[in-house]
Protein backbone atom coordinates (compact mmCIF):
# COMPACT_ATOMS: atom_id res chain seq x y z
CA UNK A 1 0.00 0.00 0.00
CA UNK A 2 0.89 3.84 0.25
CA UNK A 3 3.18 5.22 2.91
CA UNK A 4 2.23 6.45 5.99
CA UNK A 5 4.44 9.13 6.56
CA UNK A 6 6.04 10.02 10.14
CA UNK A 7 9.30 11.87 10.52
CA UNK A 8 12.09 9.76 12.11
CA UNK A 9 13.62 11.52 15.03
CA UNK A 10 12.03 13.60 17.76
CA UNK A 11 13.65 15.09 21.00
CA UNK A 12 12.35 16.59 23.67
CA UNK A 13 13.33 18.07 27.47
CA UNK A 14 11.74 16.32 30.25
CA UNK A 15 8.32 18.13 31.56
CA UNK A 16 7.83 19.05 27.62
CA UNK A 17 5.32 18.56 25.60
CA UNK A 18 6.08 15.97 22.57
CA UNK A 19 3.92 16.30 19.50
CA UNK A 20 4.43 13.77 16.98
CA UNK A 21 3.20 14.11 13.56
CA UNK A 22 1.60 11.69 10.40
CA UNK A 23 0.19 11.93 7.56
CA UNK A 24 -1.80 8.64 6.28
CA UNK A 25 -3.21 7.77 2.99
CA UNK A 26 -6.56 6.14 3.42
CA UNK A 27 -9.27 8.99 2.94
CA UNK A 28 -11.81 6.23 3.93
CA UNK A 29 -9.64 5.03 7.12
CA UNK A 30 -12.30 4.88 9.52
CA UNK A 31 -10.08 4.32 12.60
CA UNK A 32 -6.28 5.75 13.37
CA UNK A 33 -3.82 3.86 15.89
CA UNK A 34 -1.28 5.49 17.85
CA UNK A 35 1.56 2.76 19.15
CA UNK A 36 4.40 2.59 21.36
CA UNK A 37 7.33 0.07 20.62
CA UNK A 38 10.10 0.25 23.38
CA UNK A 39 13.58 -2.05 22.83
CA UNK A 40 13.10 -5.36 22.37
CA UNK A 41 9.22 -5.45 22.92
CA UNK A 42 6.24 -5.36 20.82
CA UNK A 43 3.66 -2.84 20.09
CA UNK A 44 1.69 -1.51 22.97
CA UNK A 45 -1.85 0.44 22.11
CA UNK A 46 -1.69 3.87 23.47
CA UNK A 47 -4.85 5.09 21.51
CA UNK A 48 -7.24 5.30 18.76
CA UNK A 49 -9.18 7.72 17.13
CA UNK A 50 -12.21 7.29 15.07
CA UNK A 51 -12.28 9.35 12.06
CA UNK A 52 -15.90 11.11 12.99
CA UNK A 53 -14.04 12.64 15.84
CA UNK A 54 -11.50 15.77 15.69
CA UNK A 55 -9.95 15.01 19.13
CA UNK A 56 -9.31 12.56 21.50
CA UNK A 57 -7.87 12.93 25.40
CA UNK A 58 -6.51 10.51 27.44
CA UNK A 59 -4.85 11.37 30.40
CA UNK A 60 -1.63 12.89 29.61
CA UNK A 61 -1.95 12.22 25.56
CA UNK A 62 -4.27 13.98 23.18
CA UNK A 63 -5.26 12.97 19.65
CA UNK A 64 -6.37 15.41 17.06
CA UNK A 65 -7.26 14.41 13.75
CA UNK A 66 -7.74 16.58 10.41
CA UNK A 67 -9.41 14.83 7.86
CA UNK A 68 -9.22 17.35 5.32
CA UNK A 69 -4.91 17.03 5.15
CA UNK A 70 -5.07 13.58 6.22
CA UNK A 71 -2.95 14.22 9.42
CA UNK A 72 -2.94 12.98 12.46
CA UNK A 73 -0.75 14.04 15.45
CA UNK A 74 0.22 12.76 18.83
CA UNK A 75 0.93 14.74 21.99
CA UNK A 76 2.06 13.60 25.28
CA UNK A 77 1.80 16.34 28.03
CA UNK A 78 4.93 16.27 30.79
CA UNK A 79 7.25 13.95 28.94
CA UNK A 80 9.35 11.49 30.97
CA UNK A 81 12.31 9.56 30.33
CA UNK A 82 10.22 6.59 30.23
CA UNK A 83 8.17 7.73 27.18
CA UNK A 84 11.65 7.32 25.35
CA UNK A 85 10.31 4.80 22.58
CA UNK A 86 9.45 4.57 19.03
CA UNK A 87 5.34 5.51 18.05
CA UNK A 88 3.72 4.18 14.98
CA UNK A 89 0.84 5.72 13.28
CA UNK A 90 -1.06 3.11 12.08
CA UNK A 91 -4.49 3.10 9.39
CA UNK A 92 -6.86 0.65 9.11
CA UNK A 93 -7.48 0.08 5.86
CA UNK A 94 -9.88 -2.47 3.77
CA UNK A 95 -7.96 -5.33 2.02
CA UNK A 96 -8.10 -5.99 -1.78
CA UNK A 97 -9.89 -9.01 -0.89
CA UNK A 98 -13.73 -8.53 -0.20
CA UNK A 99 -13.32 -9.01 3.66
CA UNK A 100 -10.77 -8.39 6.34
CA UNK A 101 -8.70 -5.25 7.34
CA UNK A 102 -5.17 -4.71 8.01
CA UNK A 103 -3.22 -1.95 9.81
CA UNK A 104 -0.90 -0.19 7.40
CA UNK A 105 1.81 1.69 9.36
CA UNK A 106 4.33 4.32 9.31
CA UNK A 107 7.52 3.92 9.68
CA UNK A 108 8.22 4.88 13.48
CA UNK A 109 8.98 8.34 15.51
CA UNK A 110 12.17 7.67 17.36
CA UNK A 111 11.42 9.58 20.36
CA UNK A 112 14.04 10.67 23.27
CA UNK A 113 13.68 12.27 26.47
CA UNK A 114 16.36 14.05 27.61
CA UNK A 115 16.73 14.78 31.44
CA UNK B 1 -5.88 -11.56 31.39
CA UNK B 2 -2.92 -12.81 29.67
CA UNK B 3 -1.40 -11.15 26.79
CA UNK B 4 -0.68 -12.68 23.16
CA UNK B 5 2.03 -14.63 23.68
CA UNK B 6 4.56 -15.67 21.14
CA UNK B 7 7.27 -18.69 20.68
CA UNK B 8 10.21 -19.36 20.53
CA UNK B 9 11.02 -15.63 21.54
CA UNK B 10 14.48 -15.84 19.30
CA UNK B 11 15.26 -18.28 16.48
CA UNK B 12 18.64 -18.63 14.44
CA UNK B 13 18.36 -20.56 11.72
CA UNK B 14 19.86 -20.61 8.01
CA UNK B 15 19.17 -20.46 4.83
CA UNK B 16 17.07 -22.86 2.90
CA UNK B 17 15.78 -24.20 6.17
CA UNK B 18 12.04 -23.53 7.47
CA UNK B 19 10.66 -22.39 10.62
CA UNK B 20 7.45 -22.15 12.04
CA UNK B 21 6.57 -19.96 14.93
CA UNK B 22 3.55 -19.92 16.92
CA UNK B 23 0.78 -17.42 18.73
CA UNK B 24 -1.44 -17.67 21.21
CA UNK B 25 -4.45 -14.66 20.73
CA UNK B 26 -5.38 -13.32 24.14
CA UNK B 27 -8.31 -15.78 25.67
CA UNK B 28 -11.70 -15.15 23.85
CA UNK B 29 -10.11 -13.49 20.55
CA UNK B 30 -10.56 -15.17 17.43
CA UNK B 31 -8.70 -13.10 14.96
CA UNK B 32 -5.10 -13.13 14.52
CA UNK B 33 -3.19 -11.24 12.15
CA UNK B 34 0.64 -11.56 11.34
CA UNK B 35 3.34 -8.56 10.55
CA UNK B 36 6.90 -8.33 9.93
CA UNK B 37 8.84 -6.02 11.32
CA UNK B 38 12.78 -5.01 9.27
CA UNK B 39 14.45 -2.01 9.63
CA UNK B 40 14.31 -1.14 5.81
CA UNK B 41 10.37 -1.89 5.33
CA UNK B 42 8.89 -1.06 8.35
CA UNK B 43 6.01 -3.01 9.68
CA UNK B 44 4.15 -4.74 6.95
CA UNK B 45 0.88 -7.10 7.14
CA UNK B 46 1.55 -10.75 6.14
CA UNK B 47 -2.15 -12.42 6.90
CA UNK B 48 -5.03 -12.67 9.21
CA UNK B 49 -7.06 -15.24 10.66
CA UNK B 50 -10.21 -15.72 11.98
CA UNK B 51 -12.51 -18.81 12.75
CA UNK B 52 -9.60 -20.86 11.21
CA UNK B 53 -10.01 -18.80 7.66
CA UNK B 54 -7.49 -16.98 6.10
CA UNK B 55 -9.27 -13.37 5.70
CA UNK B 56 -6.81 -11.35 4.07
CA UNK B 57 -3.28 -11.47 2.83
CA UNK B 58 -0.43 -9.04 2.48
CA UNK B 59 1.89 -8.68 -0.28
CA UNK B 60 4.22 -11.69 0.62
CA UNK B 61 5.57 -14.46 -1.70
CA UNK B 62 3.85 -18.03 -1.32
CA UNK B 63 6.92 -19.09 0.78
CA UNK B 64 5.45 -17.62 3.61
CA UNK B 65 2.24 -19.43 4.88
CA UNK B 66 0.00 -19.52 8.61
CA UNK B 67 -3.09 -21.22 9.63
CA UNK B 68 -5.31 -20.97 12.62
CA UNK B 69 -6.48 -23.89 14.74
CA UNK B 70 -9.81 -24.04 16.76
CA UNK B 71 -8.69 -23.05 19.71
CA UNK B 72 -7.82 -19.93 17.85
CA UNK B 73 -3.84 -20.31 17.96
CA UNK B 74 -2.00 -19.71 14.71
CA UNK B 75 1.09 -21.04 13.59
CA UNK B 76 2.84 -19.02 10.68
CA UNK B 77 5.39 -21.30 8.27
CA UNK B 78 8.32 -19.36 6.12
CA UNK B 79 9.56 -22.19 3.94
CA UNK B 80 12.98 -21.89 1.96
CA UNK B 81 14.36 -19.25 4.09
CA UNK B 82 16.25 -16.23 2.79
CA UNK B 83 18.91 -13.91 4.29
CA UNK B 84 16.17 -11.26 3.84
CA UNK B 85 13.77 -13.42 6.13
CA UNK B 86 15.21 -12.24 8.98
CA UNK B 87 13.00 -9.78 11.49
CA UNK B 88 10.81 -9.91 14.10
CA UNK B 89 7.42 -11.38 13.20
CA UNK B 90 4.53 -9.97 15.41
CA UNK B 91 1.64 -11.61 15.99
CA UNK B 92 -1.38 -9.49 17.08
CA UNK B 93 -5.00 -10.99 18.64
CA UNK B 94 -8.19 -8.77 18.42
CA UNK B 95 -11.84 -10.10 19.08
CA UNK B 96 -12.97 -10.04 15.73
CA UNK B 97 -11.89 -9.06 11.93
CA UNK B 98 -14.23 -5.99 11.79
CA UNK B 99 -12.51 -2.58 11.04
CA UNK B 100 -13.83 -1.61 14.76
CA UNK B 101 -11.88 -3.92 16.57
CA UNK B 102 -8.63 -3.11 18.87
CA UNK B 103 -5.45 -5.37 17.80
CA UNK B 104 -3.38 -6.33 20.78
CA UNK B 105 0.68 -7.15 19.42
CA UNK B 106 2.77 -9.94 21.40
CA UNK B 107 6.13 -9.64 21.78
CA UNK B 108 7.26 -10.82 18.70
CA UNK B 109 9.38 -13.95 17.51
CA UNK B 110 13.08 -12.43 16.51
CA UNK B 111 14.05 -14.80 13.62
CA UNK B 112 18.09 -14.69 12.22
CA UNK B 113 18.73 -16.13 9.03
CA UNK B 114 22.86 -17.01 8.58
Known amino acids: GEDVEQSLFLSVREGDSSVINCTYT??????LYWYKQEPGAGLQLLTY?????DMKQDQRLTVLLNKKDKHLSLRIADTQTGDSAIYFC???????????????FGKGTSLLVTP | KAGVTQTPRYLIKTRGQQVTLSCSPI?????VSWYQQTPGQGLQFLFE???????NKGNFPGRFSGRQFSNSRSEMNVSTLELGDSALYLC?????????????FGPGTRLTVL
Open chain 2, 27 to 31: SGHRS
Open chain 2, 92 to 104: ASSLAAGVGNEQF
Open chain 1, 26 to 31: DSSSTY
Open chain 1, 49 to 53: IFSNM
Open chain 1, 90 to 104: AEKTPSDSNSGYALN
Open chain 2, 49 to 55: YFSETQR
